[in-house]
Each structure stands twice: as C-alpha cells, then as structure tokens.
C-alpha cells in the first residue's frame, strides 16, 4: 500500500524513486571501491589511510541506507543487489591491481568527485520535480562525500 504523502505529486515520486535507486548504485559501488582499497593498501601513512578508508566508507553506509529508506517511503523498491549495481552504477570499475597509497587515495577521490557531482545533479531534479525531502536526503549525502573527499586529498598534498 502506497503512503499517502501530502503535496507529493506522483511525477516528483516517481523521479525521486528513479534518482534515488541511481545514486544508490554509485553509492553501493563505490563503498565496494572504499573496501577493496582498505584491504590492499600499503606503503606510506599505511595505518592513517586504512583507517580513514574504514571512516569514509561507515560515512557513505550511513547514506545508502536513508536512500533505501526513503524509496520505500515512495512506494518502490530499493535495488541494491551486486548484479543490480554492477549493471546501473554509473562510477567508472575500480582497479584491483593498486596497492600503493597514494595510488588508492587518487583512484577513490576520482570516484567520490564523481559520486558528489552526481549527487548535486540528483539534488536539483528531484527539487525541481516537487521532493524538497528527497533533495534534502542527498544533500546530507553531498556534504559528507565533500568532507570525505577533502580528507583524502589532504593526504595528496
């Protein structure tokens, strides 16, 4: 059964649904990114990076799980299964042959400034079609991938 939610037209429902299972996508993705690259790191400031990949990547989750929520609030369906991500995400395949840190540290912040352009284009449409919560819900997301992304290229300086 559908929640009624005042003032929401069912066109802003249906692109906030659409936005949503995207930015999951990447989302989902690129916490994979985040693992694969804490688990393989190596080299200079070892231990500060491993653990801010462990902080970045319990930052993105905290998201991913507000955008799932919320889509089932619209009455869809949140589609997060690895089949389902490998074929919608839109972040570029992250590389498996890395292990210097630096190398890591460029390759996820190149996917977290796309992760975060993306967000920022979803908080517009789905303003623009009438969810101001919706927009609200990827601008926290936007603002966390800001501050992470800004963290890890402190590290590249």
């Known amino acids: 059964m559908a ?32 693992k694969q690259a804490h688990w393989n790191v190596k080299g200079k400031n070892f231990i500060a990076v491993h653990e801010l990949f462990d902080t970045v990547y319990a930052n993105n989750q905290e998201h991913i799980d507000v955008m799932a929520e919320r889509v089932q609030i619209l009455d869809g369906v949140a589609v997060g299964t690895a089949e ?23 390759a996820i912040c190149d996917r977290m400034r796309d992760h975060g352009a993306k967000l920022r284009e979803g908080i517009d449409k789905t303003d623009e079609a009438g969810d101001a919560d919706t927009a609200d819900i990827l601008t926290a997301a936007s603002r966390t991938a800001d501050k992470d992304l800004w963290f890890m290229e402190s590290h590249l300086e």
């Open 3 to 34: 929640v009624n939610l005042q003032g929401l037209k069912d066109n802003a429902r249906k692109a906030a649904i659409s936005e949503l299972n995207a930015r999951l996508a990447d989302a989902l993705a690129l916490g994979m990114a985040i």
């Open 84 to 106: 389902e991500v490998a074929k919608k995400s839109s972040l570029e395949p992250y590389p498996t042959d890395l292990t210097k840190a630096e190398d890591h540290l460029r």
